[in-house]
């Protein structure tokens, strides 16, 4: 079975900066090098709000962003640990709320089919003075 | 950025009803839609992939369809531990949209 766990959330300042991680395991139809992994947030009492995705090496390493997050948030990953990272800065307050790391599973049929598949429990980040 | 729209946001409904949630995309995304559940204090659950696919394991009650802009999640038969929130969301592009939600209540 695959677990997804965050860790790293907490109380900072407007301004400040914070890093979750995010250990993923288990995972039977691949490995986790070869998943994209994406953070979805959830401000209290609101909905889902996707926030970014890493691609695996193999599908370019590179990271996608929300508009909200762009140029604030970066996602990076090490395939040795099996873990991934959110590092956020120049936080706002609206940025408060649930982190939620997402191992992305995909099938083909005529095109690539990508789903949020194994979602971990979250992570409260809290933006206050 | 690809807008979801989902309605009703919220319906009251009782066990056995038939429920249908819409969501429409501000443009076309082929079959790219996915719908997952989301139960109070719990992280969410994906539901359907493909506008249409189930995830293994989900009941039969539960269906999806549509193409382009507009989709549909129909619960034949709500049963007491579908009443949740319930979130579409596109995988046509980046960056991956949500529709806002739509909360099933009991009546």
């Known amino acids: 079975e695959v677990q997804v766990v965050e860790s790293g959330g907490g109380l900072v300042n407007p301004g400040g900066s914070l890093r979750l991680s995010c250990a993923a395991s288990g995972f039977t139809r691949f490995t986790f090098k070869d998943a994209w992994m994406t953070w979805v947030r959830q401000a209290p009492g609101k909905g889902l709000e996707w926030v970014g995705h890493i691609k695996s090496r193999a599908g370019g390493g590179t990271a996608d962003y929300a508009t909200v997050v762009k140029g604030r948030f970066s996602i990076s990953r090490d395939d040795s640990k099996n873990t991934v990272y959110l590092q956020m800065n120049s936080l706002k307050i609206e940025d408060t709320g649930v982190y939620f790391c997402?191992?992305?599973?995909?099938?083909?049929?005529?095109?690539?089919?990508?789903?949020?598949?194994?979602w971990g429990q979250g992570a409260l980040v809290t933006v206050s003075s | 950025d690809i807008q979801m729209t989902q309605s009703p946001s919220s319906l009251s409904v009782s066990v056995g009803d038939r429920v249908t949630i819409t969501c429409r995309a501000s443009?076309?995304?082929?079959?790219?839609l996915n719908w997952y559940q989301q139960r109070v204090g719990k992280a969410p659950d994906l539901l359907i992939f493909a506008a249409s696919t189930l995830k293994s394991g989900v009941p039969s009650r539960f269906s999806g369809g549509g193409s382009g802009t507009d989709f549909t999640l129909t619960i034949s038969g709500l049963q007491p531990e579908d009443f949740a929130t319930y979130y579409c969301q596109q995988s046509y592009s980046v960056p991956r949209t949500f529709g806002q939600g739509t909360k099933v209540e009991i009546k």
């Open positions: 443009q076309r995304i082929g079959t790219f």
């Open positions: 997402v191992a992305v599973d995909s099938v083909t049929t005529n095109a690539w089919y990508h789903f949020l598949a194994h």
